[in-house]
């Protein structure tokens, strides 16, 4: 499995995709943080700028659509997948390798865009008057954040695996993530009152649920708890899906 892991991340690294993606981000976020500094109001400040990151964590969601595709990038275009099953790889390592090879590229990205982004704010904002607290909620946002976006890292994953295309992976994903986490069930029960048990007993389940909960209420030990049993079920359900259908699945 290592090996085979090394060779991904000899792939990834050797690309212009992640160094491309990685500098169009910071680049983004250096234009964003000097434009505030140069209209900043009075109550513009390192701790403001913490709190604004917290309530953009499940853009992260999105993200790894890209960091799963960095691994997984052109995998039937080129017939590497074929090549692979064709060669004699397991095919349990060949999705759990890049299943790992993508958590690891992820979290590094993620750690590189989270530093960059702070250490902006502490050179441009003043420190406000509890940024020690700030600090503890945003330590404590993304524990809530970090499985679920492990949960729709898991999902994509999936998709890439059993779906001829990036593209249409990404506009199930989309729609999945989205579209039902984008108030459209909520609308639904509104027209099906007696669905409404139903929908909301499916809205629990939703990788954008406890997103929400973080915004309206804060963070808290009961929602970290909740969020890594939601990350986790989408993680563990997706790669016991994928695992079994890939196996299955002839490659061509």
């Known amino acids: 499995m290592l090996k085979y892991m090394n060779a991904e991340f000899y792939k990834v690294t050797h690309r212009v995709y992640p160094a491309g993606f990685l500098g169009v981000i910071l680049g983004g976020i250096a234009l964003i943080m000097v434009l505030l500094r140069q209209n900043a ?3 513009a400040s390192f701790d403001f700028m ?15 659509v ?31 390798g890049k299943l790992a090879a993508t958590a690891i590229v992820s979290v590094v990205l993620c750690a590189v865009i989270l530093a960059f982004y702070l250490l902006l704010a502490r050179l441009l904002f003043p420190l406000g008057a509890a940024t020690g607290e700030t600090m503890t909620a945003l330590g404590q946002a993304l524990l809530v954040a970090f499985p679920l976006w492990l949960g729709g890292m898991g999902l994509f994953h999936m998709l890439l695996f059993l779906m001829k295309g990036s593209t ?20 639904f029960s509104k027209f099906v009152p007696r669905l409404r048990p139903v929908i909301e007993a499916i809205q629990t389940c939703l990788l954008t649920t406890p997103f929400d909960r973080l915004l309206s209420g804060g963070p808290s030990n009961g929602l970290i708890a909740y969020a890594w049993i939601v ?22």
């Not at 595709?69 to 060669?87: C, G, H, I, P, R």
């Not at 990350?231 to 061509?252: D, Q």
Request: with cysteine; net charge positive.
């Open 168 to 187: 249409a992976a990404s506009i199930v994903y989309v729609l999945v993530v989205a579209v039902l986490g984008g108030g459209t069930l909520e609308l």
């Open 41 to 43: 109001g009075p109550g």
């Open 50 to 64: 913490v709190g604004a990151l917290c309530m953009a964590l499940s853009v992260g969601l999105y993200l790894v």
């Open 66 to 96: 890209i960091t799963c595709d960095m691994v997984f990038s052109d995998q039937y275009k080129y017939n590497t997948l074929k090549n692979e099953v064709a060669y004699g790889l397991p095919r349990a390592r060949i999705y759990l």
């Open 231 to 252: 990350g986790m079920a989408w993680l563990l359900g997706s790669t016991a899906l994928g695992l079994i259908v890939f196996r299955k699945r002839e490659i061509s």
